[in-house]
Structures are given as C-alpha cells and as structure tokens.
C-alpha cells in the first residue's frame, strides 16, 4: 500500500509498505509530494499569486508559439511557419521584386513545388493572418490573468481558449 510521510502538515515523501511505520505514515490515496495534510484531506499547496501568474503566462507563450508556427497550406503547398521558414518567404519575395516572373523550387512539407511571387504572397499573407490572430488571443489572455486576483484563479484559468 501507498503511505504519504507527513511533517508539518506537508506530504514530505510517499513510500510503499505493508503497513504505516509511524504515526505520520497515512494512506497516500492521490497524495504527491509538496501536498498540505489537514488530518481529512490531501491538498495543493497553491504557489504564490505571482509564481503562478509567471508559469501561467510562460505556458501561454508556449501555447502560442505552437499555434503561430503551425503548418499552413496554400495553393497545395503544406509547409512550416516557423521564424526561419517565413524568413526564407520574406527572402524570396524580396529577390523576387526584381524579378517578378521568376519562381523557385520551394520545399514544403508536403514536398517539392514550384513556387512564384503569387503563391509566395499567399503563404506570406496566410502566416500573417494566423500569426495576428494569434497575437490578438495571447494579448487577450495576458490581460485577463493580470486581472485575477488569487492563486487559485490563475491556477484554474483556462488558455486553451480563443485559438484558431
């Protein structure tokens, strides 16, 4: 069976035994290490208003990274929007402004196409859209947990919203 080790009203370790050792040995239950006892019940210890507004905000920025730099596809091409890749596109379409009718061979994920300053605009203007978009959502996040008041909001706040 799983015991939770408590001191000072803390899960300080979770060991596995036939029985409790000592008195502070209680049945883990869902225990985790860094859990409060009350004598009844396991809980959280929620961190400070600040550190979860910090890792709120920095799972945010991953989320919406992720999103930003989600494959698109335009004229049946699939490729990255990662920063390289639209730096590659923004590359093109300026040596291409010399020479509006030339095209190049460009590597989508989807495999090999032949792409001209048209479709390049298209990619282009199809990762600004999203990206936009996304940056819309972020800023609205950020504002609403900077409004939340205690930990436990920030903990519950909900950024899987709002995404395109």
Known sequence: MKYAIIQNSLV???????????NN??????????DSWDGNVFAPVLPSVDVAKAEKLAALLAKSTDVAEEDLTVDG????????????ITTALS?????????IDFRGKSGWALANKASLQGMQNAVWV?????????????????????????????????WT
Do not use: C
């Not at 040995?25 to 290490?33: E, G, L, N, T, Y």
């Not at 819309?136 to 205690?150: C, F, G, P, S």
């Open 130 to 162: 999203r990206r936009k978009a996304v940056n819309a959502n972020t800023k609205t996040h950020e504002d609403a947990i900077a409004l939340l008041t205690t930990a436990q909001e920030v903990v519950d706040y909900d950024i899987t919203t709002g």
């Open 95 to 103: 040596v291409m402004g010399r020479n509006p009718n030339d095209s």
């Open 25 to 34: 040995w209680i049945p883990a239950q869902s225990a985790k290490i860094g």
């Open 77 to 88: 091409v699939t490729f990255t929007t990662d920063n390289e890749s639209v730096a590659d």
């Open 12 to 22: 300080v370790n979770i060991a596995v035994s036939q029985s409790p050792l000592a």
